[in-house]
């Protein structure tokens, strides 16, 4: 954020619309571009004074996309989040499962092969009932390991 700039004067005028709907004394905006590409847009940092208000933080983010909507943000962490989101929702399936660890794929292989195995016994009406805790241990494993993700 060393670079200071004046942003574009029709989103400049937007974002000091948008922050003074929220902060009425507001005045004295200084903007500088904190991301020039993020989210298909730009993120500035703002920060103003505001008599009404000296012990609150007096900045926001903003992130001006593509086709002019602005969303302000309190901190750094919130427009974290907001990419944190956006990425999640960008993943295909092939990368979430690129994210499964290797033992996490070998368990998940062993529970399928039990379970396709005991359906099968049980389609044949072949299930002796010392399989079925068997089944279940196997299953409950998997599943209780999975529960905190």
């Known amino acids: 954020m060393n670079e200071r700039v004046v942003a574009m004067p029709d989103v400049k005028r937007q974002i000091e619309a948008e922050i003074t709907q929220l902060h009425p004394e507001a005045t004295n905006f200084q903007f500088s571009i904190a991301l020039r590409e993020f989210l298909g847009g730009r993120v500035y940092y703002i920060e ?3 008599d009404q208000n000296e012990e609150e933080n007096n900045q926001y983010y903003a992130h ?3 086709n002019g909507e602005i969303d302000l943000y309190d901190d750094g962490v919130d427009v974290l989040r907001e990419l944190q989101l956006e990425m999640d929702k960008r993943r295909t399936f092939l990368q979430r499962i690129n994210e499964i660890s290797f033992s996490e794929f070998i368990g998940g292989i062993i529970a399928i092969l039990v379970t ?3 359906l099968t016994m049980w389609a044949f ?3 002796k009932s010392e399989y079925i805790p068997i ?3 196997v299953l409950g494993y998997y599943f209780g390991k999975n529960v905190g993700k």
Do not use: P
């Open 135 to 137: 089944f279940s241990i």
């Open 64 to 66: 001006v996309d593509a």
């Open 116 to 118: 396709i195995a005991f």
């Open 125 to 127: 009406r072949d299930v």
């Open 48 to 50: 103003y004074e505001d």
